[in-house]
């Protein structure tokens, strides 16, 4: 009986050593109506804190309902007059200021004063998106459409590397109508966050509309608008050159180019909302304007498998002889991020 009881009095000093640390070491909110929320802080943007308990997935609270945070981590905190910190978050003061450990000392502010709060950005980030879509009908009319299109996005300290491929097929009564192979790229050095230089390439083939091949290269700046765990806008400028074979003839010069991309996650993430758009412009031969975009949803199934509903718009002022200006497409289908 004695060995016994020994037994369970060493499992629960076992259990003891080990839960007592974490919960010693969560970060805490104490709201003002007294309830205190344990877990991991995560970050506090546009007036609400996010944190993410131990029982349950991550979930935010308004700003102005907080009284208290503590958090062991450092994070990067914006201040509304603009100041920007490296702090941990210390609780509060007697006259209910939220005190902040910046290099070891402390900093009071008001609640209302935090603009924004987030961990570091790590060194090393990717996101990668894989859509397919497919399309097979039968009967009076056999038609086969197939879209792959695939996107990534790395950053590795102050290097960004952006690319996209497309590939489109359909064919209708065994006669192709749609060819198109597109490969762009895009290099990003961060030299002033939010700006950042760089440069382009691109390739692209649609023996459909008559491309036998465009090549396109460029130098860019542009600036983050939006980068965060929920929006990522970016825009670029800049020029280049390009080269094309369109109609059986072979030309190139000077180009003016713009780049935008545009995501925006809501409800926690299970819906997005993506544009991409990249606009060229020849300034030579037709001086033909290219302009080309593909705006849709993403909606999460399962994990990183999601459904997605996208409509695909490309256009050209000056297409080959016998040409449409315009191609557009809706594509629905499924898809994995990684």
Do not use: C
Request: aromatic share 12%; hydrophobic share 40%.
């Amino acid at each position: 009986m004695k060995s016994q009881i020994l037994r369970y009095a060493f499992a629960g000093l076992f259990l003891t050593a080990i839960y007592i640390p974490d919960l010693a070491l969560a970060d805490q909110l104490v709201m003002k109506n007294g309830d205190v929320i344990t877990g991991d802080l995560g970050k506090v943007e546009g007036n609400r804190v996010f944190i993410k308990p131990a029982y349950a997935g991550e979930f935010s609270v308004d700003l102005s309902e907080v009284v208290s945070i503590e958090a062991e981590k450092v994070y990067e905190v914006e201040l509304e007059d603009g100041s920007e910190v490296n702090a941990k978050f210390a609780g509060i003061t007697a006259d209910g200021q939220q005190t902040l450990i910046v290099d070891d000392a402390e900093m009071n502010v008001g609640m209302t004063d935090l603009a924004t709060a987030a961990l570091p950005q790590a060194y090393y980030e990717r996101v990668s998106h894989v859509d397919f879509n497919m399309a097979w009908n039968g009967g009076n009319t056999d038609d086969k459409t197939n879209l792959l299109f695939a996107d990534t996005r790395i950053r590795v300290g102050e290097q960004r590397h952006l690319a996209a491929l497309t590939i489109a097929r359909n064919e209708t009564n065994n006669i192709t109508t749609k060819k198109q192979d597109l490969f762009r790229y895009s290099y990003n050095w961060l030299f002033n966050e939010p700006w950042y230089l760089g440069g382009t390439a691109s390739y692209e083939r649609d023996p459909i509309k008559d491309l036998s091949y465009r090549y396109t290269v460029g130098a860019l700046i542009g600036r983050d608008i939006f980068k965060d765990s929920r929006k990522f806008l970016t825009a670029s400028l800049g020029m280049g050159y390009s080269e094309q074979k369109l109609a059986g003839d072979s030309d190139g010069g000077a180009t003016g180019l713009w780049n935008l991309i545009y995501e925006h996650k809501f409800r926690d993430g299970d819906l997005a909302f993506f544009h991409n758009e990249n606009l060229a412009y020849q300034f030579y031969g037709a001086n033909n304007l290219i302009v080309k975009t593909n705006t849709g949803f993403r909606f999460d199934i399962l994990a990183n498998i999601y459904a997605s509903v996208a409509f695909r718009w490309d256009y050209e002022t000056e297409p080959a002889v016998g040409t449409k200006s315009y191609d557009t497409t809706l594509a629905v289908g499924i898809g994995a991020e990684f």
